[in-house]
């Protein structure tokens, strides 16, 4: 079966950027999508389809995906970052989730 | 605004099965995926199967295969999933979510119910 692997934590300071990378293999011939989940809550859809945002979620969250790694950048970081983020990948007929980050916001 | 609405948490014994359901408020989840997707205490998400309402086919993740059910009532925009053989790694957090299609294949799940926590206790 597919693996995405991500680091298992990201800090940064508040108005730094923060990267999270998700690999797997050939994954940049795949659509990437990004989540943002907060302690007891249903994750949140942040970007997709590599580089899309949903309505309502701020430009400081972007997304690339190429070769075999797909990048989430959150810049200028606030407080209210901090989360987990998951990425997110469909591989022969099964979606797949990537092991998670958890980012601190120092 | 459409909403995913899950049915409350439960309490099941080992051996037994559970059937958490999924209402789409505010509109009709016809016209796309249903998936749902369970978080064990403290762990990642887990992606357990789908299901096309409209031409009323589901496909499953191979660790749920057998084990899994979902369905899905278009009549009242309701999605099941029910597990079977229940054991204690199952107690989880169950999402159900809405799935658009993405680009490449697949879905993306933009909309998510407020998730269902199954505990498996004997």
């Known amino acids: 079966s597919y693996v995405l692997t991500q680091p298992p934590s990201v800090s940064v300071a508040p108005g730094q950027t923060a990267r999270i990378t998700c690999g797997g293999d050939?994954?940049?011939?795949?659509?990437v999508h990004w989540y943002q989940q907060k302690p007891g809550q249903a994750p949140v859809l942040v970007v997709y389809d590599d580089s899309d945002r949903p309505s309502g979620i701020p430009e400081r969250f972007s997304g690339s995906n190429s070769g075999n790694t797909a990048t989430l950048t959150i810049s200028r970081v606030e407080a209210g970052d901090e989360a987990d983020y998951y990425c997110q990948v469909w591989d022969s007929s099964s979606d797949v989730f990537g092991t998670g980050t958890k980012v601190t916001v120092l | 605004q459409v909403q995913l609405v899950q049915s409350g948490a439960e309490v099941k014994k080992p051996g037994s099965s559970v059937k958490v359901s999924c209402k789409a408020s505010?509109?009709?989840?016809?016209?796309?995926?249903i998936s749902w997707v369970r978080q064990a205490p403290g762990q990642g998400l887990e992606w357990m199967g789908r299901i096309n309402p409209i031409l009323d086919i589901s496909n499953y993740a191979q660790n749920f295969q057998g084990r899994v059910t979902i369905t899905a009532d278009r009549s009242t925009n309701t999605a099941y999933m029910e597990l079977s053989s229940l054991r204690s790694e199952d107690t989880a957090v169950y999402y159900c979510?809405?799935?658009?299609?993405?680009?490449?294949?697949?879905?993306?799940?933009?909309?998510w119910g407020q998730g269902t926590m199954i505990t498996v206790f004997s």
């Open positions: 505010g509109g009709t989840f016809s016209i796309y995926s």
């Open positions: 050939n994954i940049g011939g795949k659509s």
């Open positions: 979510a809405r799935g658009v299609g993405a680009t490449r294949g697949g879905d993306t799940f933009d909309i």
